[in-house]
């Protein structure tokens, strides 16, 4: 049966007498008459075909999908969750999205001449267009940026470039703006996402309807930016700024510095010298810099972005930022001032303010809005309180409703009535959902939308964002849902998003440094990856010295799993005397130091820290790790740990692919150092860990064969020594032969070419100098003098490799001061006071 025609006949039904009303909805699929609107008719063919079963598999690709490309999102105070996609666009066609587009454009021109006039000439609010409380008691207006420059020019009067804004439709169809939004627009990212999966999964429906594509968004934008440099610069560069992985859209943010071409930093990567900004060199502050920045695309709120001259605890901003803005050397994209248009306060005023500034009735109403500053207004809503169709918010607070007892919100409202405003709540217009119980439900939604300046003009996206208003999914952690905005063209031959090829805009090659965080980020990303690899292989090679007859508990096992079991504890501690339990904590348990998910976790991590420098594949590395890990939570039948292990390993195996493609730049020479310093390592505590002690031969043969497997080295073993076992043999094969990858003597001269590939590299180095030394020392070795054995214990060997070790962790030790940042970090003026409370940044 199609979900859609039980959808239609659903939502034109009346409502049964019995049934609790419920408020009239606009219905964006269903007409009153219960016939399809027009923007579905033309896909209805296709459309009206939709199975349950259908979509139930499409809904189970979509989440693949998704999480194959790593899609997050995080709500406030909360873990990462998955991205959620509706299976069903969000449909409008041409004429109905023409009159929106011209409300929006003509929205952002609105918004763009009042914020130069707030920090300008101020005549709205000198002539009482816009009570002047409504402005500077909301926190966004930066008075820091409201200083005018020494030439009496007011600072950062930059035009909007990039504005957002929240729409929903009435009862009546008719379009309103819930909110704007200027300060750092998230979204665009999440949009190009959800159009690519579409894109896969109902191909027949998408070329059922001839709709606008996204990309040709982003070329614009990008032109965009490189037009907003400082005038007199041919070649701007531009960075993306980001709060950092743990941002709620960091996905968002490494999506647009991805597919604009723009370095993703955070505000640990930037320093101010001299009036400029400048990206940090490696070894800073010893090396100078030599990268300036000319345009900052922000994703960080006004407040945390100068610790100087905005918010004294903030650590993910730049200091100095604000004088540099002011002097016109750094264009920030928006303003630091642009906040204070976020404020709902200010929608009462908009169409007086627009008639006065650009000489028009403003065309797309904002949702009926009180300040409840203003007497008569506050008198009208402090009687409506208990009335559920108003909404009480602080007019800077967090954007939900307050939720208070009337009593209590009458006293705060009494207190510091400026501080508030009220709006109704619309009865937004609905779409089918797929709930995955077989059928769609009505649920509200809402549309961001988006608006960049070209020239002298604003472009919308045709398009934008829908987000299913969820309650259910607003009270927990989950990501909200959203859809695909699909806006059809007039005519099939129509340019894609109205630009044509004039967006195109000529630059050079640029070479972008990587920060030292960055470097950082890449070097823990392959130790990481290596030290996971490590860890599994050890655990397969112990579940199969475990599989062996009559060993398969620790009580039973032979000496040889006993061995291979107190080495594992060796690099993770232990947990259990069962060995399956032993396993499944070593694959599961991400607070267990050591452990195969813990290293997964910081892995993840560390490369969330450099998304911008990664390939789309590697998040399907996580996705299959991911699939692993809750199969074996599923499963509570023994050895299962095995399979996830294995599959588990495969997955960090074709990271491995996916990284030798990476361009040869430093930050690919760090993770390549990284991954074979980890090598070397783990080599080391292995071998001293296994082979440190003599035993009957027997046990010898059956340690040896487990050290073999664990380092992938049994077939080269086999071949060169015909089924020899002898310690010796095994120690020349995995110490000293520079031919073999999985050696210690191959992993130095590698650790050794990557770092003098490196910017920061002399050939004289302290880091340098240790490999050199190291290589040295191991030349002069011996094996067999390392494997005789005195009173049962092979003590040179062990010696040997506690100084490697000892050497090694002094040569991470060295990598870091030379080519991360060197000195102490950053303390905030807060914390010496006592710990500093964050709110979640945009």
């Not at 169709?389 to 967090?398: M, S």
């Not at 990501?479 to 005519?491: E, G, M, Q, Y």
């Not at 000293?736 to 130095?748: C, K, T, V």
Request: aromatic fraction near 4%; charged fraction near 25%.
């Amino acid at each position: 049966m199609s979900v859609l025609r039980n959808y239609a006949t659903a939502v034109s039904q009346p409502t049964l007498p019995f049934a609790s009303p419920a408020p009239a909805r606009y219905d964006e699929v269903v007409d009153t008459d219960g016939t399809l609107r027009p923007a579905w008719r033309s896909l209805a063919s296709f459309a009206l075909g939709l199975t349950r079963e259908e979509l139930s598999r499409v809904d189970g690709e979509i989440s693949r999908f998704l999480a194959d490309d790593g899609v997050s999102y995080a709500r406030a105070g909360a873990e990462l969750q998955p991205w959620r996609l509706d299976p069903m666009p969000f449909v409008l066609d041409a004429p109905g999205w023409a009159r929106l587009d011209v409300g929006l454009a003509q929205r952002a021109e609105l918004l763009n001449a009042l914020l130069a006039d707030l920090y300008g000439p101020q005549t709205v609010l000198r002539e009482g267009l816009v009570p002047a409380a409504v402005v500077v008691g909301h926190a966004g207006f930066v008075r820091a940026v409201a200083r005018p420059r020494p030439d009496d020019r007011p600072a950062d009067l930059s035009p909007l470039l990039l504005t957002g804004a929240d729409l929903g439709r009435d009862a009546d169809g008719e379009w309103h703006v819930l909110a704007d939004r200027v300060q750092a627009p998230s979204g665009l990212g999440y949009a190009a996402e959800n159009r690519r999966v579409i894109s896969q999964v109902l191909p027949d429906l998408l070329d059922e309807g001839t709709l606008h594509r996204v990309d040709p968004y982003f070329a614009a934008l990008r032109a965009a930016l490189i037009a907003s440099a400082p005038e007199g610069n041919p070649d701007p560069r531009i960075v993306v700024m980001s709060p950092g992985p743990l941002s709620e859209t960091a996905f968002d943010q490494a999506f647009l510095a991805t597919a604009l071409g723009f370095p993703l930093v955070q505000g640990s990567d930037l320093v101010v010298r001299g009036g400029d900004v400048w990206v940090k060199p490696a070894g800073w502050p010893v090396a100078e810099p030599r990268q300036r920045v000319d345009v900052i695309l922000r994703r960080v709120d006004a407040e945390w972005c100068d610790p100087l001259e905005l918010r004294s605890g903030s650590r993910l901003g730049v200091a100095g930022l604000t004088e540099a803005v002011r002097r016109g050397r750094v264009r920030l994209v928006n303003g630091l001032g642009a906040g204070v248009l976020e404020n709902p306060a200010l929608l009462p005023y908009l169409p007086a303010v627009c008639e006065r500034l650009l000489g028009e009735q403003l065309r797309l109403p904002s949702v009926p809005t009180w300040w409840l500053g203003d007497p008569a207004d506050r008198t009208a809503v402090l009687a409506r309180l208990d009335d559920p169709a108003l909404e009480v918010r602080l007019i800077d607070g967090p954007r939900n409703r307050l939720d208070l007892p009337a009593d209590d919100l009458r006293a705060r409202i009494a207190a510091a009535p400026h501080r508030y405003a009220a709006q109704e709540r619309l009865a937004l217009s609905q779409v089918p959902v797929w709930d995955r119980a077989d059928a769609a439900s009505a649920l509200p939604v809402t549309l961001r939308a988006f608006a960049i300046r070209l020239g002298s003009t604003y472009r919308p996206l045709v398009g934008g964002l829908a987000t299913v208003r969820d309650d259910a999914g607003a009270a927990t952690a989950a990501a909200p849902r959203t859809k695909d905005v699909w806006v059809l063209k007039a005519i099939e031959t129509d340019p894609d998003q109205g630009l044509g090829e004039a967006v195109a805009v000529p630059t050079p090659r640029t070479n972008p440094a990587l920060a030292p965080r960055a470097l950082a980020d890449l070097f823990w990303t392959g130790r990481y990856a290596e030290r996971t690899e490590d860890l599994l292989r050890l655990v397969l090679a112990t579940q199969t010295a475990l599989d062996q007859p009559g060993a398969h508990t620790a009580a039973r096992a032979g000496e040889n799993v006993r061995v291979l079991l107190a080495t594992l504890a060796r690099l993770a501690g232990s947990r259990s005397d069962d060995p399956e339990a032993e396993f499944r904590s070593l694959l599961l348990d991400a607070g267990r130091v050591g452990s195969a998910a813990q290293s997964i976790s910081r892995l993840r991590d560390a490369m969330e820290g450099v998304r911008d420098q990664l390939s789309g594949d590697t998040w399907r590395v996580f996705s299959n790790i991911d699939r692993a890990v809750r199969a074996l939570r599923s499963a509570p039948h023994p050895h299962r740990s095995a399979e996830s292990a294995g599959r588990m390993l495969a997955a960090m195996l074709s990271l491995y692919g996916v990284t030798a493609n990476m361009i040869r730049d430093p930050g690919w020479h760090m993770m390549e150092a990284g991954r074979y310093l980890e090598r070397a390592l783990q080599l080391s505590t292995l071998i001293s860990s296994t082979l440190g002690t003599g035993r009957t031969p027997r046990t010898d043969r059956e340690v040896l064969e487990s050290v073999l497997l664990t380092t992938e080295s049994v077939v080269t073993h086999r071949r060169r020594y015909r089924g020899s076992a002898r310690a010796a043999d095994v120690v020349e094969l995995l110490l000293l032969d520079s031919g073999n990858p999985r050696s210690l003597a191959f992993s130095l001269a590698t650790v050794r070419e990557h770092l003098a590939a490196l910017p920061a590299s002399t050939g004289s180095s302290r880091a340098e100098r240790l490999v050199d030394h190291l290589e040295t020392q191991l030349g002069a070795l011996d094996p067999v003098e390392l494997t005789v054995l005195a009173a049962g214990s092979r003590s040179g060997l062990v010696d040997t490799l506690g100084d490697v070790t000892t050497q090694l962790e002094q040569l991470s030790d060295a990598i870091g001061h030379l080519h991360f940042e060197a000195g102490p970090p950053a303390v905030s003026m807060s914390d010496l006071a006592g710990s500093e409370q964050m709110d979640a940044p945009a």
